[in-house]
């Protein structure tokens, strides 16, 4: 989490100038991270290719959640 509120903050307040007139505008982020709570030694998924394809499924539906409910948010989700 540390690492994503630090990339959303970098994006959030830098300031983009947009043609020769000096305006500029700012950008926001969005942003879904899945975490996985196991030990080094603990179990293993058997399907690796269906376990990434998980990640990635619960990945994108936090990223959604986070556009869906304000933007420029954080939504994280802890895979067991």
Do not use: H, W
């Not at 994503?4 to 994006?11: F, H």
């Not at 830098?14 to 975490?35: A, E, H, K, Q, Y």
């Amino acid at each position: 989490d540390f690492i994503a509120e630090r990339i959303k903050e970098a994006v959030q307040f830098n300031r983009m100038s947009v043609g020769d007139d000096g305006l500029s505008v700012s950008v926001t982020i969005s942003i879904g991270i899945v975490s996985i709570d196991t030990l080094r030694d603990g179990p293993k998924p058997e399907d690796t290719k269906k376990f990434i394809d998980l990640l990635f499924e619960e990945a994108d539906s936090a990223l959604y959640e986070a556009k869906y409910s304000g933007r420029n948010r954080i939504v994280t989700r802890m895979l067991a």
